[in-house]
């Protein structure tokens, strides 16, 4: 498969639209931290096709960011007990399970960045071991 050199895929989604995805997903986990869920209803992969500018992303990161930090501070042993209005799990799995799958799209999307560095190394790179 030849290079895209910038461009695109049609049938391979943006890096914004995964972060946009991946905000979605943590907005629903909050619902179900403070006892507001009732049932993921977007699509499969919504957002994933959407875009945004570099300002709108980090205005939503940060705007999730305060908002996570302020319902896990909340969070209580009883309601991570609690079962979802769902049913069938716990507040805590389905927090655990959803945060994992933004986990897997937090994986893509440093992956997709490190090979874009590696494949052109006239770009700044940005990738920093956490460690």
Known sequence: MAPSHGRRRADAPALAG??????????????????????????????????ATEHELVAAIQQTDQRFVDAFEALTPERRAAETPTGGTTVGEAIGEDLDHVAVHHGQMQLT???????????????EHWR
Do not use: C, K
């Open 18 to 51: 995964l972060a946009l995805h991946i905000l979605e997903v943590e907005r629903y986990v909050l619902s179900v931290v403070v006892g507001e869920d009732i049932g993921w209803t977007g699509e499969r992969g919504t957002h994933i096709e959407d875009v």
């Open 113 to 127: 960045r490190h090979l874009y560095e590696v494949a052109h190394p006239d770009v700044p790179a940005t990738y």
